[in-house]
């Protein structure tokens, strides 16, 4: 299978990303010359790493019969401080509320996205530390 985007130059340093039928634009910070058009690249990346397990996670969760009303996944990033300037490290925090909530579900639901399915971790993993936790409110 593959996949085809489109990225277009708007200016300084602005670049619009055409995803599907869905555009987002990307900038640099101000201090290289952006506008605030939009985000920089780099938290698009965590971005979709919490989109991608997070929707993991909810579709486990539902079959473990887990009543899971929201979850909220924050992203810890931490760049290198000499070019590339990747990211070295990502820890996310898995937060859960419901009712009756299993936590060795939760955590299977969590440990199975990161393992096995989350197509973001797996394409990071090998260059990048990924840890994570959840917690149950």
């Not at 929707?55 to 996944?73: C, G, P, Y």
């Amino acid at each position: 299978m593959e996949k085809q985007i489109s990225v277009v130059w708007k200016g300084n340093m602005a670049f619009e990303a055409q995803i599907d039928e869905y555009k987002v634009m990307m900038d640099a910070s101000p201090a290289v010359g952006g506008q605030h058009m939009g985000p920089t690249p780099k938290p698009l990346l965590m971005a979709s790493m919490g989109g991608c397990t997070g929707m993991d996670v909810v579709s486990l969760a539902k079959k473990m019969r887990q009543e899971v009303d929201t979850l909220e996944i924050i992203l810890k990033g931490t760049i290198a401080e000499e070019h590339p300037m990747k990211y070295e490290a990502i820890h996310m925090i898995f937060q859960f509320t419901g009712k009756d909530l299993d936590a060795e579900k939760l955590q299977k639901a969590v440990d199975m996205s990161q393992d096995k399915y989350c197509g973001v971790a797996a394409t990071l993993k090998d260059s990048v530390k990924l840890t994570y936790e959840i917690s149950i409110k």
